[in-house]
């Protein structure tokens, strides 16, 4: 956030508004003389900056961009990006996640493979995956999942749409960079309240424009089923 450098660009302002007032009303001498040259050369300088800072600067940096890339996809304000790991713990879906806004936010992910795939609820084929964000949160969510042995080391195919719901409005944007498009789908966000974590769903449910994932599988997993999916926060700075 950049609240106290902007405030004293404010004040520079000011003080130069006033400069270059004078000069050119009160100041003795015609035309462009040194000082007012000066005095408006600076004024569009300290202008330049406050309008930079207050409307095209981001207010907080862009976190996945430097974790991974450039590329990755956006729910209406909230932008994510999926990939699966491995550790002794066993496999797991992680699901980057970024809020570009200023007030919280709920997501809600919906996964459908197209052949043979991880399984993150034993029986069932889709699923959602559901998550709070905080505003201009920054995190992973770490979702257990099971890879069967046949698949360990292959690359698997899977639809993803993800949609997201801000009950006070968006308010402010505190990042520019935008994600690409991953579909969406109808969500009664007012009607039925949001239950975080993993949950089956109807597999008839209409997803409009999904994106198509190739997640390459781990090989040597350690699946159990004695996990539960937990959410990290990522430092902004």
């Known amino acids: 956030m950049h609240e106290k450098r902007n405030f004293i660009l404010i004040l520079v302002l000011g003080v ?22 000066t005095s408006t050369a600076l ?30 996809f956006e729910a209406d304000g909230v932008c994510l990006f999926p990939v699966i790991r491995n550790s ?6 992680s699901i980057y996640y970024q809020n570009r806004f200023e007030n919280p936010a709920s997501v809600v992910i ?13 029986g069932v084929t889709d699923v959602h995956i559901a998550f709070r964000v905080s505003g201009g949160d920054v995190g992973i969510i770490h979702q257990p999942i099971i890879v069967p042995p046949k698949l360990q080391g292959e690359i698997v195919e899977i639809k993803m749409v993800a949609v997201s719901h801000y009950p006070r409005s968006h308010g402010t ?16 966000w007012i009607g039925n309240a949001m239950k975080t974590g993993a949950h089956p769903v109807d597999e008839t ?9 190739h997640l390459a599988m781990p090989k040597k997993c350690n699946n159990t089923n004695k996990r539960t999916m937990r959410q990290e926060l990522l430092s902004i700075e």
């Open 173 to 188: 944007r505190w990042r520019r960079h935008e994600g690409h498009s991953c579909g969406s789908m109808q969500i009664d």
């Open 205 to 213: 449910i209409e997803l409009k424009n999904p994106v198509v994932l």
């Open 43 to 72: 004024l569009l300088v300290v202008t330049g900056f406050l309008t930079y800072g207050l409307t095209i600067e981001d207010h907080l940096p862009d976190k996945l961009l430097g974790v991974i890339g450039s590329y990755y």
């Open 88 to 93: 002794e713990a066993g496999p797991e879906l």
């Open 110 to 122: 919906h996964l459908r493979p197209t052949g043979e795939s991880f399984v993150v609820i034993p």
């Open 16 to 37: 130069v508004l006033i400069w270059t007032g004078w000069a050119w009303f009160y100041a003795s001498g015609d035309g462009f003389t040194f000082m007012r040259s």
